[in-house]
């Protein structure tokens, strides 16, 4: 097979991938977050940014992963990383347990299946949670993504 | 088939090459399996510089760099320089999309640099092998990736 081949067989393997997700997106598995958009892919990302700012957090950027995979002539579906923090839960980490900082910020994986746009995380309860100190916090920071991921289910 | 689907490797792997031919003044100050935590003798801009020359020397790029000293100023809090690297290099999507796209959650890396004082520099990370250890089929990249960040550190610390 050649590079090229290779590469759209990656890529439509990933679509696959997707698409089988897409059954059982409104499952959860215990430490990660998933729910079915009722928007496009587009408009998911609008809105999940919208959300984060309306939690009074930044975000930091957005990795734009199907633009990435472009790169190396991958065909990838729709697929974006959004990295979003407020220095206050920053200050509680520094304070709190500092082996935490490479945790932050948090993310969450916007991307597109064969049944719509789907909206993922992992838990900050299993992230940020796991060290000694910060477990309310990680609770905390839990309730806040399944709100922001609750926008886009409404 | 290595070089073609690992190239970012062979990249870190010369790294490793360069660092093992020099003395690596990186101290070493925690490792556990998730965190790595090493101390440069270096000042601040100084460390900063050279983190990430050595990260573009290992081909990865940076598409993401929190100033964490201004953003914790933000919250009325004063620190020394404190920065993160968010990095990541395309064809790693490869390997990565190939085995567990799920694993995408982990794209970038993430390598956070803080002043200690005028003259040490602190850099921590999250090894690689423990973020992807829950992906399919991504342990043996974790553990090839492991080895690339010690060594963009250790280029670091010459």
């Given at each position: 097979m050649t590079t090229a081949g290779s590469r759209v067989l990656v890529g439509t393997m990933v679509g696959l991938m997707v698409g089988a997700i897409g059954v059982t997106a409104q499952q959860q598995a215990s430490d990660r977050g998933m729910v079915m958009s009722r928007y496009g892919y587009d408009e998911t990302v609008t809105r999940v940014k919208q959300a984060i700012e309306g939690q009074q957090m930044m975000v930091l950027f957005t990795a734009d992963h199907q633009q990435m995979l472009s790169m190396v002539q991958v065909q990838a579906p729709p697929m974006s990383t959004i990295e979003f923090f407020h220095p206050r839960y920053g200050k509680a980490i520094f304070e709190g347990?500092?082996?935490?900082?490479?945790?932050?910020p948090l993310r969450i994986l916007v991307m597109q299946g064969e049944k719509g746009a789907m909206v993922s995380w992992v838990k900050p309860s299993v992230t940020i949670g796991k060290y000694r100190g910060l477990e309310s916090l990680g609770r905390e920071l839990d309730s806040t993504l399944q709100q922001i991921a609750a926008t886009v289910t409404r | 088939m290595f070089r073609k689907h690992y190239p970012w490797l062979t990249a870190g792997l010369t790294v490793a090459v360069v660092a093992i031919s020099s003395p690596a003044l990186a101290q070493q100050l925690k490792v556990t399996q998730t965190i790595v935590e090493k101390a440069i003798d270096q000042p601040y801009a100084q460390a900063v510089a050279k983190i990430e020359a050595a990260i573009k020397g290992a081909r990865?790029?940076?598409?993401g760099e929190p100033n964490y000293q201004q953003m914790q100023r933000m919250v009325g809090r004063e620190r020394r320089g404190a920065k993160a690297y968010f990095i990541f290099r395309p064809d790693l999507g490869t390997p990565v999309f190939d085995n567990d796209f799920n694993a995408a959650m982990e794209i970038p890396l993430k390598i956070l640099i803080y002043e200690?004082?005028?003259?040490k520099t602190i850099v921590r990370y999250k090894l690689p092998s423990s973020a992807l250890a829950?992906?399919?089929?991504l342990g043996g990249l974790g553990k090839d990736l492991d080895t690339v960040l010690d060594n963009i550190v250790a280029a670091a610390s010459k």
């Amino acid at each position: 097979m050649t590079t090229a081949g290779s590469r759209v067989l990656v890529g439509t393997m990933v679509g696959l991938m997707v698409g089988a997700i897409g059954v059982t997106a409104q499952q959860q598995a215990s430490d990660r977050g998933m729910v079915m958009s009722r928007y496009g892919y587009d408009e998911t990302v609008t809105r999940v940014k919208q959300a984060i700012e309306g939690q009074q957090m930044m975000v930091l950027f957005t990795a734009d992963h199907q633009q990435m995979l472009s790169m190396v002539q991958v065909q990838a579906p729709p697929m974006s990383t959004i990295e979003f923090f407020h220095p206050r839960y920053g200050k509680a980490i520094f304070e709190g347990n500092r082996d935490a900082s490479p945790e932050i910020p948090l993310r969450i994986l916007v991307m597109q299946g064969e049944k719509g746009a789907m909206v993922s995380w992992v838990k900050p309860s299993v992230t940020i949670g796991k060290y000694r100190g910060l477990e309310s916090l990680g609770r905390e920071l839990d309730s806040t993504l399944q709100q922001i991921a609750a926008t886009v289910t409404r | 088939m290595f070089r073609k689907h690992y190239p970012w490797l062979t990249a870190g792997l010369t790294v490793a090459v360069v660092a093992i031919s020099s003395p690596a003044l990186a101290q070493q100050l925690k490792v556990t399996q998730t965190i790595v935590e090493k101390a440069i003798d270096q000042p601040y801009a100084q460390a900063v510089a050279k983190i990430e020359a050595a990260i573009k020397g290992a081909r990865f790029m940076i598409i993401g760099e929190p100033n964490y000293q201004q953003m914790q100023r933000m919250v009325g809090r004063e620190r020394r320089g404190a920065k993160a690297y968010f990095i990541f290099r395309p064809d790693l999507g490869t390997p990565v999309f190939d085995n567990d796209f799920n694993a995408a959650m982990e794209i970038p890396l993430k390598i956070l640099i803080y002043e200690a004082d005028s003259r040490k520099t602190i850099v921590r990370y999250k090894l690689p092998s423990s973020a992807l250890a829950d992906y399919r089929g991504l342990g043996g990249l974790g553990k090839d990736l492991d080895t690339v960040l010690d060594n963009i550190v250790a280029a670091a610390s010459k």
